[in-house]
């Protein structure tokens, strides 16, 4: 996942920008950056790191203008490198800055045709930066000095026409405006939001809600699948719908883990999905557990919390805080490479061991992927004196490799695939395991927008809502994500961009 923010305002963006990135930090941690138009120039600042860590007041005071965009990163293309940071630039057409969350599944083929048909160079292995450039190629066939909001629909229509996948963008044009667009089944979220200022109407778009609350912008609503936002340079916003067949099938993940619960994703509040999770599978393990003796319900923070809560509410059960999380690790799924991953659960979470001495426990997460949460923390629950350790899991076995923005590249390193749930069990070394059912786990969403028909569940059952993922693609990104190939070089992620003016360290 990752985090996009855009702003047309009628004062400085540069510091909301940041603020709405500082709130989408749990969607990407690897890398930030910001662009800002100032009198027909773009001023960027983007590098590795959280963005408290890429921006100092010396790059703030250069981010001037009152349009711009902002990226926080989570690579699942390409490498770490900060040659990858976003946004990324082109200087033809107008210039345009470019930032996408997501990911697309025809890449492979685009690569190719970018070159024999655009001429186009692609200089890293982003599939972002390929995007940029197909929208690129498209609004270079608008004639005029100006782009209208004709224009633009029918450049994101052509764009749609070519590229399969999942897609949240925001691009600055410069000279014109922010156009930003979703792919036509909504996998990846975007919120449309305004804020009325003495000197007029400002519009910002982002990837959650939370960041137009932060910011002080008014959610207006989600941007539609397939539709395009077209705000011009002077404020005016133009909104269409590109795709043809659009359907609204967000990334359910979103719901179980990605985004923060105090977000709104198409109609749908991230907490009170949350909670339903919790509410049916507290009747699951009533009704599966019966017999069972658990003392107390302990939540694996952050993310399951709010879950965990609630299967304490229905079972009847304390519900107790049983391990402290160091506030300054970030979220252990999100980093890149096993390794870091592992060292980093103790060093984030440390149990209160009187919360578990002679006690049967409950332990809760949102989900199990690599297993590296649950393997670690029901050691930890043993090493404080629980008597027995069940686990239970607010999302089904994860067995399928997810395509979509989310760094699950490879079955194999998913702890559920090819296994079933004892195997499971062992493994992780818990008394007892559960899962969310996937039905209750899409009625739970659904609960609070029935109007949604379908949800992006592959990762659970394999169904890719775009259709065109076969056992050669899912190969093919095994091997190019494989752990190696994640992990840019050191020297290399400390190399400067070698493209438009950045502001550097000084
Ligand atoms: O089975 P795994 O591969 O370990 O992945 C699943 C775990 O990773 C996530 O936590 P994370 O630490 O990323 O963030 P959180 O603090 O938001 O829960 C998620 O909430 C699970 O705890
Ligand atoms: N998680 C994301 O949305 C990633 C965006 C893009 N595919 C990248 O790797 O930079
Ligand atoms: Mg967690």
């Given at each position: 996942?990752?985090?996009?923010?855009?702003?047309?305002?009628?004062?400085?963006?540069?510091?909301?920008?940041?603020?709405?990135?500082?709130?989408?930090?749990?969607?990407?941690?690897?890398?930030?950056?910001?662009?800002?138009?100032?009198?027909?120039?773009?001023?960027?600042?983007?590098?590795?790191?959280?963005?408290?860590?890429?921006?100092?007041?010396?790059?703030?005071?250069?981010?001037?203008?009152?349009?711009?965009?902002?990226?926080?990163?989570?690579?699942?293309?390409?490498?770490?490198?900060?040659?990858?940071?976003?946004?990324?630039?082109?200087?033809?057409?107008?210039?345009?800055?470019?930032?996408?969350?997501?990911?697309?599944?025809?890449?492979?083929?685009?690569?190719?045709?970018?070159?024999?048909?655009?001429?186009?160079?692609?200089?890293?292995?982003?599939?972002?930066?390929?995007?940029?450039?197909?929208?690129?190629?498209?609004?270079?066939?608008?004639?005029?000095?100006?782009?209208?909001?004709?224009?633009?629909?029918?450049?994101?229509?052509?764009?749609?026409?070519?590229?399969?996948?999942?897609?949240?963008?925001?691009?600055?044009?410069?000279?014109?405006?922010?156009?930003?667009?979703?792919?036509?089944?909504?996998?990846?979220?975007?919120?449309?939001?305004?804020?009325?200022?003495?000197?007029?109407?400002?519009?910002?778009?982002?990837?959650?809600?939370?960041?137009?609350?932060?910011?002080?912008?008014?959610?207006?609503?989600?941007v539609a699948p397939g539709e395009a936002v077209f705000i011009t340079e002077s404020g005016e916003l133009h909104t269409q719908q590109c795709a043809e067949q659009p359907s609204t099938s967000p990334c359910i993940f979103e719901f179980v883990y990605f985004a923060r619960p105090d977000s709104f994703i198409d109609g749908i509040s991230v907490y009170a999905s949350r909670v339903n999770m919790g509410r049916k599978l507290g009747e699951k393990i009533a009704k599966e557990w019966a017999d069972l003796d658990i003392d107390v319900v302990i939540p694996?923070?952050?993310?399951?919390?709010?879950?965990?809560?609630?299967?304490?509410?229905?079972?009847?059960?304390?519900?107790?805080?049983?391990?402290?999380?160091?506030?300054?690790?970030?979220?252990?799924?999100?980093?890149?490479?096993?390794?870091?991953?592992?060292?980093?659960?103790?060093?984030?979470?440390?149990?209160?061991?009187?919360?578990?001495?002679?006690?049967?426990?409950?332990?809760?997460?949102?989900?199990?992927?690599?297993?590296?949460?649950?393997?670690?923390?029901?050691?930890?629950?043993?090493?404080?004196?629980?008597?027995?350790?069940?686990?239970?899991?607010?999302?089904?076995?994860?067995?399928?490799?997810?395509?979509?923005?989310?760094?699950?590249?490879?079955?194999?390193?998913?702890?559920?695939?090819?296994?079933?749930?004892?195997?499971?069990?062992?493994?992780?070394?818990?008394?007892?395991?559960?899962?969310?059912?996937?039905?209750?786990?899409?009625?739970?969403?659904?609960?609070?927008?029935?109007?949604?028909?379908?949800?992006?569940?592959?990762?659970?059952?394999?169904?890719?809502?775009?259709?065109?993922?076969?056992?050669?693609?899912?190969?093919?990104?095994?091997?190019?994500?494989?752990?190696?190939?994640?992990?840019?070089?050191?020297?290399?992620?400390?190399?400067?961009?070698?493209?438009?003016?950045?502001?550097?360290?000084?």
């Open positions: 996942m990752c985090g996009i923010v855009g702003i047309v305002g009628k004062s400085q963006v540069a510091q909301s920008l940041y603020d709405g990135l500082t709130v989408l930090q749990h969607r990407g941690q690897d890398a930030a950056g910001i662009i800002t138009i100032d009198e027909n120039r773009f001023n960027l600042r983007k590098a590795n790191g959280l963005v408290r860590d890429v921006f100092h007041t010396r790059h703030m005071k250069r981010l001037t203008g009152n349009m711009g965009i902002g990226h926080c990163r989570y690579p699942t293309a390409g490498t770490s490198s900060s040659a990858e940071a976003q946004p990324f630039y082109v200087n033809s057409p107008f210039g345009i800055a470019f930032a996408h969350n997501g990911n697309l599944t025809n890449a492979h083929e685009l690569q190719e045709e970018v070159f024999r048909i655009a001429r186009r160079h692609i200089n890293t292995s982003s599939d972002s930066e390929l995007l940029l450039n197909i929208f690129a190629h498209e609004l270079q066939s608008c004639t005029e000095l100006t782009v209208s909001a004709k224009d633009v629909f029918k450049v994101v229509t052509s764009v749609h026409k070519k590229i399969r996948g999942a897609y949240a963008v925001v691009a600055a044009i410069i000279g014109q405006g922010i156009v930003a667009f979703r792919d036509p089944h909504g996998i990846r979220p975007l919120a449309l939001g305004k804020r009325v200022t003495e000197m007029g109407e400002e519009y910002m778009v982002a990837s959650e809600s939370v960041a137009l609350d932060t910011v002080g912008f008014k959610f207006i609503r989600d694996i923070p952050e993310t399951s919390s709010d879950v965990a809560l609630q299967i304490a509410t229905t079972l009847n059960l304390p519900y107790r805080q049983g391990f402290v999380k160091n506030r300054y690790i970030g979220r252990t799924f999100i980093m890149p490479g096993q390794t870091m991953r592992k060292k980093s659960v103790r060093r984030k979470l440390n149990a209160i061991s009187s919360e578990f001495r002679g006690k049967n426990v409950l332990l809760v997460d949102d989900s199990i992927v690599r297993g590296t949460t649950s393997g670690q923390i029901i050691e930890m629950a043993r090493e404080s004196g629980a008597k027995k350790v069940y686990f239970a899991s607010a999302a089904p076995e994860i067995r399928f490799p997810n395509v979509y923005g989310i760094d699950m590249p490879s079955a194999n390193e998913l702890i559920a695939y090819g296994r079933e749930i004892e195997q499971i069990a062992d493994l992780i070394q818990a008394d007892g395991l559960i899962f969310q059912d996937i039905q209750d786990l899409v009625d739970a969403v659904r609960e609070e927008n029935p109007d949604i028909k379908r949800f992006e569940t592959s990762v659970f059952d394999g169904n890719y809502i775009t259709a065109d993922i076969d056992q050669d693609y899912l190969e093919r990104i095994d091997i190019a994500r494989g752990e190696k190939s994640r992990q840019a070089p050191v020297v290399q992620a400390e190399l400067s961009n070698l493209e438009m003016h950045n502001i550097e360290e000084l």
